[in-house]
């Protein structure tokens, strides 16, 4: 009987982990982990690759947590996307310190369309989307910039913040509205 039941925890256990693998391939490879954002992507997408994308000053979008060493890729990178989301946050003024959500990121905006298409079975032709029922930010990875995923996490923002999440009409504004002063602050408005 001992044996029965040890032989059912460790096939549940495998069946777990095998479940739990299809679930991180479905999504992709975990580039990093932050407090705001776990950020997946392609085999072959990466920290140092993701922060050369977007260009990100370091300085100027995160800070490294007291007691960490800061040098480390992952950690700049995750502070940087914590640092966005305050700063998007502040923009808005509105703050969701108990978000936790989802960046993943497609190999192009063919894909992007095709699960979009498969999800929504309509067209899409757009360089990012936020799916709020999963808290996830979708975004061409050869299309993704600050200010893409700036407005994405405002919609984020938005969507957590409000019972009822505001008009699309009205998210488009305010998330317009962040792009703005994102491209503002880095000096890309003249």
Not at 20 to 28: I, L, M, P, S, T
């Amino acid at each position: 009987m001992r044996k029965i039941a040890t032989l059912l925890v460790g096939l549940a256990w495998a069946v777990c982990v095998a479940a739990n693998a299809c679930a991180q391939e479905a999504r992709g490879q975990l580039i990093v982990e932050s407090k705001y954002f776990s950020v997946y992507g392609e085999r072959d997408m990466d920290a140092y690759a993701l922060l050369t994308k977007l260009n990100f000053e370091y300085l100027l979008f995160g800070q490294p947590a007291a007691g960490t060493p800061g040098d480390d890729l992952k950690t700049i990178l995750a502070d940087s996307i914590d640092g966005l989301y305050t700063e998007i946050s502040d923009v808005l003024d509105i703050h969701v310190y108990s978000f936790h959500g989802t960046i993943r990121l497609m190999p192009d905006q063919a894909s992007l369309s095709a699960m979009f298409k498969q999800i929504f079975n309509t067209d899409f032709n757009e360089r990012a989307i936020y799916y709020h029922e999963k808290s996830t930010i979708y975004v061409s990875y050869p299309d993704i910039s600050i200010s893409v995923l700036g407005h994405e996490m405002a919609h984020a923002i938005m969507s957590h913040f409000f019972v009822v999440p505001p008009p699309s009409r009205i998210q488009e504004v305010l998330a317009g509205f962040v792009e703005y002063n994102l491209r503002k602050k880095r000096g890309d408005l003249p």
